[in-house]
């Protein structure tokens, strides 16, 4: 392998990187604005068509731009309702520097010992509401039926994994 | 070379980001069934990126074709997810690239730590019939296609090249090179007009491909705005399209955005250039252009004496669009007109004649050269959405 040779432009870098940063600095209190990780979901669970109380939810996400993770959970109540409200987080280099975000989300579903994915998607944007725009989560949890991947999108080529059905509004 | 299809690549390149952190493929391409259909299941590439402290994290995936596919191989690369990949971007002096000419030194550097790989993939005896090779990647991700696609070229390989908002890779002589080698039909550059990434590093940097057509989308979103730069937005843009279709319709597009420059630069039209949306920018620098070149034909001959006097370049085109404009009563007015359409956009609304002075032309050029920056941190302060 050949060793490679460097040339050196540090005028360039300077120049290229300062295109973007300088007038950014200039405003500082528009990065105060929330970024939406995972907007509010909720959902109910069933088996054979029944209510699920007590199931436990377990909500988790991975955020790559600071490579930071979060789990929260809930119970269903009588109703096999669950309910988690929205993550956000801030971030100055997240505003600043371009990139594209990422946030990896699940929602598994436990219990007597069983394991069911729920919920597993990809959120490319930190909008809120931004997972599927112009839906809401509502989902509608059976754990008799098998993992598949859901089309939500055509148009938009998005979808999520899981058992659940995402309800329209 | 039989191109993959729109939705596969586009969505490819957009879920390839999920391989960062695990090797969990589920989700990768499965809004599009021809993935499934004609490619075997992927393995994951790792690469590193950052500066001084880097850091090894899922860069892409390499896949074999199958069916009509077969003898076929894809590579996806991802863009900037995390702050390391952020510190790769700006690493921009020049290394040595693939091939031998001088490329962006960050993206060569992320490169180098996936090269061990491919040469394991191209070299396995199970894929010696490999001869053809789709090369895919968004962003920083679409740099890093560009020099797998040199590398391919290197081993012979036909090879096509689809990007989405790519940076610039390399200089004049990599980019004339590589596009000779694998064609320039075979290279795919998706941008939209106001995606600030698809504009740097700055000159000398240089796109790929170097000749033939590109496929420029209109910016919806105000001016420069990161927003036109996400993924999503390139997948839905081009949901459904075919190449062949895209291309005439960017062709047509710039066809048509130059002859509309042509005629507002002759007209009195006072309505507000926003109507451009993304490409208001676009339109005033083609409008510049027109000046410059219309300038130089016409008072071009003295510009030698300025070098020996110590001027830059933007006092170069200061002092030449000046003196043109004093000598043409045209070039005055077309200068005035872009200078008019320059303060609408800025908010600035004016009534009556505009005045083309130094002062006014060193405006008119800053801005332009500066706007890059200046709209992304317009965009940045609107609510985003």
Redesign the interface.
Known sequence: MNPSKMIQRPSLALLSVLAFLLPLMASAMTFAKPLTLFSAIDGRVTRAGQPVAGARIERSYLWHWKDRRGKDEALTDSRGRFHFDPVTDSSFTARLVPHEPLVQQTLVIRLDGQEYLAWKYSKHNYADGGEFPGRALHLECELDDPESYHLVDERAKLGYQGICRLLHD | MNPLST?VV??LA??V??V??SDDM??LG???GEWRESFNSPSRLTGSSGALLRSTTGFGVIATGKGYRQGEALVTL??????A??VT????????GPSGS?VH?GF?QTFRSLKGQLDDFFGHAGNRGIRRVHCIG??LGGGLATLVADYCGERGLATALYTFGSPRVGLFPFSSSLTRRIGQENIYRVYHSND??SM???FP?QHVPATGQVIILPGNHTAYD?AS????NY??DL??GHWRALRGAASNWLERMDREVSRWLASSDRSSLGRYAGSAFWFLSLALLHVIKLSLELFGAGLQTLVTMGFTLLDTLVWLLQRAARLSAEIGGYLGRILAGLLSLTGRVVSGAVQVTAAALRFILQFLF?S???Q??RA??R???
């Open positions: 939705d586009s969505v957009r879920d980001y999920d960062r952190r589920s989700l499965a809004s599009v991802r863009g900037t997810a995390s702050l990949d952020g971007d700006a690493h921009c002096g020049l290394h040595i001088p030194a060569n968004h962003s600030p990434v740097v590093p700055l940097f990161f730069h996400a993924m999503q997948v839905t949901s459904g500066t890059l920056a200046t992304v941190h940045l302060s609510v985003h959405s």
